[in-house]
T-cell receptor, first 112, second 114 residues
Framework: KQEVTQIPAALSVPEGENLVLNCSFT??????LQWFRQDPGKGLTSLLL?????REQTSGRLNASLDKSSGRSTLYIAASQPGDSATYLC???????????FGKGTKLTVNP | GAVVSQHPSRVICKSGTSVKIECRSL??????MFWYRQFPKQSLMLMAT?????????EQGVEKDKFLINHASLTLSTLTVTSAHPEDSSFYIC??????????FGPGTRLTVL
């Protein structure tokens, strides 16, 4: 059974700092990995999707890497801003399955 | 990007009543929609996969008679929580899959059962 773990559970940083969020998964046979953002009481916004054959994806200040063999992914946020404050969720999908398995998320607070 | 809506955004009901939550894909057709439940500080847990015109596929441990899913059209799926109890209080989120196999998530529905 696939399990997804995100560390740390919460992170508080000053504005402008670069930061890394971590995600690990137990079964390396994944189809893809996604990073989502969730604001309090809201739905999910997809940030980046990495196919299993890819090593990284970039969008603006965000960079996500994937090391499938070791079951790890990182989300790098450059020059953090207070508007980045949210919970970041990592999710993987298995090959041949539409199901997404989510981690519990990392709650990020960027202080002005 | 594609837009998925949910209605209502919040609902409070008495124990024993039934509540219907709607999930709509506003600008695309979704043959498959998913229903998730999220408890505070917990992961999103997939409850069921809803396919247009056929019966939903429920995850292990999810009671199909309690959580009724109807996917009557390519743009609408409904989740009905029957005989709701306080332990059903949660945040329910749907997603809709595009033909390109991308899932777009709704804004969620906060259910509180008194």
């Amino acid at each position: 059974k696939q399990e997804v773990t995100q560390i740390p559970a919460a992170l508080s940083v000053p504005e402008g700092e670069n930061l890394v969020l971590n995600c690990s998964f137990t079964d390396s046979a994944i189809y893809n990995l996604q990073w989502f953002r969730q604001d309090p009481g809201k739905g999910l916004t997809s940030l980046l999707l990495i196919q299993s054959s890819q090593r990284e994806q970039t969008s603006g200040r965000l960079n996500a890497s994937l090391d499938k063999s070791s079951g790890r992914s990182t989300l790098y946020i450059a020059a953090s801003q207070p508007g980045d404050s949210a919970t970041y969720l990592c999710a993987v999908s298995q090959g041949g399955s539409e199901k997404l398995v989510f981690g519990k998320g990392t709650k990020l607070t960027v202080n002005p | 990007g594609a837009v998925v809506s949910q209605h209502p955004s919040r609902v409070i009901c008495k124990s024993g009543t039934s509540v219907k939550i709607e999930c709509r894909s506003l600008d695309f057709q979704a043959t498959t929609m998913f229903w998730y439940r999220q408890f505070p500080k917990q992961s999103l847990m997939l409850m069921a996969t809803s396919n247009e015109g056929s019966k939903a596929t429920y995850e292990q441990g999810v009671e199909k008679d309690k959580f009724l899913i109807n996917h009557a059209s390519l743009t609408l799926s409904t989740l009905t929580v029957t005989s709701a109890h306080p332990e059903d209080s949660s945040f329910y989120i749907c997603s809709a899959r595009t033909r390109a196999d991308t899932q777009y998530f709704g804004p969620g529905t906060r259910l509180t059962v008194l």
